[in-house]
């Protein structure tokens, strides 16, 4: 057999060994296998395409709740006696898009820090903005309609919360959006008489002048208003203008007349005795009867006020027309007015005339003029019919409203010609209020940094605001927290304007600057003390070297032109599956800014402030700085850049010990787990507010544990405690979805 | 001896490795398309929804642009916002309250009496054809005000009271300042407590010595700081037609708490205290001279009633302060039009009704408005929000901080309860801040009314109705309102899986167009349906419709009636 074999050799045949087979379908699995692995690039490629289009809406949300949202927070304090007193220089108050944006109502919180930490990206950009103190942020479920959050229906999940994004690129420097030392503008109801507000009864208030004459200045405690005190801001000393303080209170001491007997007081003219000559009690019961419920006025000299009537209300008018002339007189440009029996005295002049005065930081006192002179006479009308058939009284047509002259500061006011009377009708009282208008929308428009007229509310327009902004290139004002135990020391930038800021006044909460003079409870004018107003004055800031708190004008740049690029920054988007994270709620929030906390001003212990006459001893005690953290009402619609962002979500206490799953709803009794569901709001301080209290009734946790955010948060806003499959030793890497530039302001700008 | 050729077969060794290798060649491959055929179908799926979601965006993006979600210029079946609101009335005002959507010139045709011309009284200058100023531009007042001295001064442009929408609200304008005396209120009632008020005009009936009853009327007047409604007012006023401006009866000299007082003067300091005087006179204010301003308050009433009150706020600038005076009605007498309620004389001091709010009448405190000022007073809560509880004007940021206007959608359906439909939704206020936490009652207040507004405004429809049953469903919204003097543009896009029953929302604000921009989109109805043309398309302009054919803009929904130009 094996010899034929041998003879009739077989063809030899063979076929691919093992090996070559092996390797082939090595070869055939890895090309196999390369276009599989095709078919994920797409399904990611299609993924990103989608987070493409989230990116696109939330960036377009972003750039529109920046310029569109109000830039109003009525509810903090915004004076004080130095600028860190209040949030105005403080980055919760900065006009960039992450200080507007990252708030509870507006819609981006920023990622804890310790899961933001965990995550890769090219180039390593957001570890890079995070180690230099910024923040990655994540979406809120919810469109930002600034609607409130408790009564707003449960969302389906938001696929937009998939993303993080960031803000990249330096902010430019911002202007102030308010100036701590005096919040201009002011601003009132035009015409006004001088302004007047409440005001707590403290150490900063210049102590009353109760003699009768040239010394007098008053302020007033209503009985029904507890601490609350009705201050004349405007009129009050050593503000810019003294003469007003007789438009607004003054007892008016005849000095040709031989004075009254001892023990008797001189009847008051002005805005005050006329419309708050009379206080009342606020008595619910039918059972005390008019008028035992029904109290004069005490004034400081003890006069005792009558209610409003016509005797007062020419008093008003007499006030104002003495401030008129005194005013305006030594021009007399308006001589023509006030004529002696001469219906329509004012029937010859323009009411849009231009301004008499020539000398333009004069004009403030034209303004002034016609402001309270328009007042004070719009007030005869409801005295005094237009026309009145019984000779004995006045009327507005024939015979006019007699003003006597009033002779005040060695000032006498007059009539046309000199007459001794005056005499005002209703076109007067038309012309008056018509040029009062038109002054003062004028003035408005025309000297945005003259601030001696306060603003009108009925017509506010863009220049009432001046654009000042921070010399970062000056030495800083130095000094100390207000009510700090033990001194914690402050600094903060100079300000600075466009232009020389022309009397700028006082400010009506702090009118004795009492921290330029150690905070003395003395209620006089310490010698040496420097007031706002005189440091500011007459353009003395244009001094290249800073000058009392102003900085030096030559560093002013607000106004400077600029290169588009300097003012682009760059919203990134990136995906991550961030929370797939076992904590990412039980995670603490990131850092909450220490100026989200609605800080009060300065403030002293009132006391007892229904006092008449004030006893100036008992508001001499400073409110310490966790007292003031308790002073300021924490109201939602009020508060729009204020507290964490993740306010409304945030756990009230450890949830460490509770399962995956456990609801947050409807547990623990009367209690939530989440802010967003405390039920009452008005029975209990917010579980976040002060400084280290309890809530009552709450758990165990404090304010400040929740401000901080330090129990984490329901950040995907189910309502249900959640933790995801990977454990916090994972890294993840976030894939770059697109970038967005846009535009950074830098002054404060409500687009709609 | 045949030749035997032998062939060896697999070794069972060689035959199971192979047969391996051939499991694992078919597995590969059959996993292999598994999983493509996974992939892909993953893929085209997230292709689809994708599409779907691309097409949602740009629906919306296209809607918040040009509105067609309200108001389909190009589909007469999708304009339910445009017809008037018939009777329902909301003032006392003569016009017709209309929709958002309700054409200007339907308007003007239905208030004949109004006064409505172009670029003020003279038109200037005039709209002519192939003129440059056309119906789309917006300009400033020319300067030079037509005053003269007081009281006998005129301005025609005062008397341009109704809607112009060529004529642009300039600050420099002494017509578009405010004048209404923003601290006076009404003092009748302000809430618990403080009806004791002596200052109300209705509260002292008797005199300080506790015997002597007034013989009517009180001591001091219900309008404490005069009669604002001298320098701006709906009425002109003229010499052959005064009007009267309320009357009271006051004290003249109201010694009654103490110390007598007479006014000082230069030539003795008062005299010593004498018996107190109550002499009650009337206080009449009938004048024949001109009212300088009558076109502010013309325009606050006007807009009261023409595209709801989210329009109201859109169209006035955002400093506007909603109010305004009225002359004294006939029918009111002169305590009513000062503010003070009907009371009944009580000669031993008797207390008032808790509520002396008085809801019949159009005007309060020296003939401000009631429908400005007083908190709910007409249909449905009617303009003015609760807040602050007073009767006294107030802008848009008091009237939408803690309550918001909206734009509802007309496809909304109604809400079973029998709650108003689309129309009166356009003139009643919504609870949206800390009155909306929690609870509520009625269409409009607390978190119902809120979740009312968001529903009936952001009213989500599918945007493929007649998609295969197998494609995710995808719902669009754009819901307009405002809050905190924001105005909102809120956009939704939902998709449904109809497979997993999953649902995801896209929700975000956009940026979009204004109503006024999207009304100047639409053409006046008067030249047909579609998209009003303007002067960017000017092979299209030279045939175009319209009082002037060949000018350069199509009249559009702010274009007044169609008139004989100069």
Partial sequence: MSRLIQLHPRPLRRGFTLFEVAISLVLVSFGVVSVLMLFPVGIKAQEMARFRVYAACKAEEMVETFNATTNANPAIDTEGLMPWDTAGAYRAQAWDMEARLSSHRYGIMPLPVALAQRIDSDSDEIQQIISQGGYIYYSQPLATTETEEQGNPKAPPNDAQKLIFTISGYAQQNSLTMFAMKNWPYSTPMPSPPMHMSHMPDMWLPKPGTQAGGSYWSFHSWPYCGEDWDIPWESIPFNLDPDMGVVYDYPYVNPSAPPLPAGSHYPHIGYFPYACGTIYWGQTTTSIPYPAQVSPTTFADGTLGIAPCLQTALGYVQAAVWYFEKKMDPTGKYSMLFSSGNPGGSATLDPHADFVSTVETDRWQEVQAFRFLAHASTVLTSWISYSDSNPANMDLSARGALIPPATIYGFTSHGAGGSSNIYIYDGDIRYFHERAMYLLMQFYAMYPYDWAVPRSTNRTIMTDYPLLMSDLYSPPLVGSVFGSQPTVPAAGWRPISSEPIQHIGVSQTYPIMAAQSNQSPSWTIPSGIVALDASMMGGANTSPAPTSIFGNIDHYTLAAPFQPAERCREIVFWAADWQSYEDFETLPSAPVDASKYPLSGPRTTTGSGNVNPPTFSLWSQQRTFYQRMGDMAFRDEQLWAFRSPEKSMLFLQDMSQYPTGTPLVGLNGAYQWEMLNVPNQWGYPPPDQGANQSWVGKLDNTADHVFNGLYGADRNFNQVLDRGPLPRSVRIRAQLVGRFNFYDPRVPAILR | ?566
């Fill in chain 2, 1 to 566: 001896m045949a030749y035997h050729r032998t062939t060896n077969a697999f070794t069972l060794i060689e035959l199971m490795i192979s047969i391996l290798l051939g499991t694992l060649i078919l597995y590969t491959a059959f996993a292999g398309f598994r999983t493509a055929s996974q992939a892909i179908t993953i893929a085209n799926s997230l292709s689809l929804e994708n599409s779907l979601l691309r097409a949602g965006y740009f629906q919306v993006q296209n809607d918040l642009d040009f509105w067609t979600s309200l108001d389909d210029p190009n589909n007469t079946s999708n304009q339910k916002l445009r017809p008037t609101g018939g009777t329902w009335s909301v003032s006392a005002s003569n016009t017709i309250p209309g929709n958002p959507f309700t054409p200007m010139s339907m308007l003007n045709l239905a208030n004949g009496v109004k006064n409505i011309t172009l670029r003020g009284p003279t038109i200037q200058p005039a709209i002519t054809a192939g003129s440059p100023t056309t119906y789309g531009e917006i300009k400033p007042r020319p300067p030079g005000y037509l005053f003269g001295p007081i009281p006998s001064y005129s301005d025609p442009w005062e008397a341009d009271t109704f809607f112009d929408p060529t004529v642009s609200y300039s600050p420099s304008d002494p017509r578009t300042w405010v004048r209404v005396n923003m601290a006076e209120k009404d003092l009748a009632y302000n809430g618990p407590g403080w009806d004791t008020n002596p200052l109300d005009a209705n509260y002292g009936k008797q005199d300080y010595w506790g015997t002597t009853p007034l013989p009517y009327g009180s001591f001091v007047p219900p309008v404490t700081f005069g009669r604002y409604g001298l320098f701006s007012n709906l009425l002109p006023n003229t010499s052959s037609q005064p009007v009267t401006f309320g009357s009271w009866q006051i004290g003249w000299n109201l010694n009654f708490i103490g110390q007598a007082y007479s006014l000082p003067n230069s030539g003795s300091n008062p005299p010593p205290p004498s018996p107190p005087q109550d002499i009650p006179y009337m206080v009449t204010y009938k004048t024949p001279n001109l009212i300088a301003h009558t076109w502010y308050p013309n325009q606050i009433q006007l807009f009261l009633t023409l595209f709801g009150f989210q329009a109201m706020c859109e169209y006035l600038p955002p400093n506007a302060i909603y109010n305004f005076y009225m002359s004294q009605p006939s029918g009111m007498t002169g305590l009513q039009y000062a503010g003070a309620p009907n009371y009944n004389y009580t000669p031993t001091g008797g207390h008032e009704p808790s509520n002396e709010w008085d809801w019949g009448t159009p005007c309060t405190a020296g003939g401000m408005s009631r429908q400005c000022t007083q908190p709910g007073w007409g249909p449905y809560w009617g303009f003015r929000n609760w807040d602050g509880n007073q009767i006294t004007s107030i802008g848009m940021y008091r009237q939408t901080y803690s309550t918001s206007f909206g734009y509802f959608n007309p496809w909304a359906p109604p809400d079973p309860n029998g709650e108003p439909g689309i129309f009166p939704r356009h003139y009643m206020h919504f609870d949206s801040d800390y009155t909306a936490f929690s609870g509520g009652s009625g269409p409009n207040g607390g978190e119902l009314g809120l979740q009312d507004l968001l529903a009936h405004t952001a009213f989500e429809q599918s945007m493929l109705p007649l998609e295969p049953t197998n494609w995710p469903t995808v719902m669009t919204a754009v819901g307009r309102l405002v809050k905190t003097g924001h105005f909102v543009s809120v956009a939704k896009i939902r998709r449904l899986n109809p497979l997993t029953g999953a649902t995801v929302e896209l929700s975000f604000l956009g940026l979009g167009t204004t109503l006024r921009g999207a009304r100047m989109q639409r053409k006046d109805p008067t030249y047909g349906t579609g998209w009003a043309h303007w002067d960017d398309d000017p092979a299209v302009m030279t045939s175009a419709p319209g009082p002037n054919p060949g000018q350069g803009n199509e009249p559009n929904l702010d274009s007044p009636t169609p008139q004989t130009q100069p």
